[in-house]
């Protein structure tokens, strides 16, 4: 089946720094990806939506000069927390869908990224 | 989107079979029921998904009431892998694009003893 991989899994940065997260589609073209973000015991939440080729679109409530979002092919986007801080400090995961070979009904999610910000 | 609603833990036996209930009553007819759920500390997975019909795959069963006010994912024989959190999610037809992504709810997080 598809796989969307995510990389790095777990990331441990020094507050102030950027972190960069890649989610990659490998056996499908995907314009679009979706980022999510889940904190402990909770549900997975939203942030924004990854658009090929042009700006993404953030949730309510998401700082978009904080996490920047490139999505420059169709089966790359990533994701940047910039000047990170320990309230950043999350589980963030990537999804897409396959909308090119009719298997648009299910999504595929990446491994997820566990960023610590000490 | 409309809503779901699922108790927030069970438990099961391994080897035995589980049922997990979801109630959304406000369902529209054009909504699909996903089943999707994550294992600790990985992303989400999908499991199975219908509209009016039961459905069968190789990891569950979904079993849809005939007014489509609920329905329950059925594991046939629970794993010590199937400990997870189940999420029942409805989604329009319409999938694409920036309509694409899931909203997800709390969940029904599942205990399976040996």
């Known amino acids: 089946g598809a796989v969307v991989s995510q990389h790095p899994s777990r990331v441990i940065c020094k507050s102030g720094t950027s972190v960069k997260i890649e989610c990659r589609s490998l056996d499908f073209q995907a314009t679009t990806m979706f980022w999510y973000r889940q904190f402990p015991k909770q549900s997975l939440m939203l942030m924004a939506t990854s658009n090929e080729g042009s700006k993404a679109t953030y949730e309510q409530g998401v700082e978009k000069d904080k996490f920047l979002i490139n999505h420059a092919s169709l089966t790359l986007s990533t994701l940047t927390v910039t000047s990170a801080h320990p309230e950043d400090s999350s589980f963030y995961i990537c999804?897409?869908?396959?909308?090119?070979?009719?298997?648009?009904?299910?999504?595929?999610f990446g491994q997820g990224t566990r960023l610590t910000v000490v | 989107d409309a809503k779901t609603t699922q108790p927030n833990s069970m438990e099961s036996n391994e080897e035995e079979p589980v049922h997990l209930p979801c109630n959304h009553s406000?369902?529209?007819?054009?909504?699909?029921i996903h089943w999707y759920r994550q294992l600790p500390s990985q992303g989400p997975e999908y499991v199975i998904h219908?509209?009016?019909s039961n459905v069968n795959n190789r990891m569950a069963s979904l079993a849809i009431a005939e007014d489509r006010k609920s329905s329950t994912l059925i594991l046939h024989r629970a794993t010590l892998r199937d400990a997870a959190v189940y999420y029942c999610i409805l989604r329009d037809v319409w999938y694409g694009g920036s309509q694409g992504n899931l909203i997800f709810g709390k969940g029904t997080k599942l205990s399976v003893k040996p």
């Open positions: 406000t369902i529209s007819g054009t909504d699909y």
């Open positions: 999804s897409a869908r396959d909308e090119y070979t009719g298997k648009g009904t299910e999504a595929f």
């Open positions: 219908g509209l009016t």
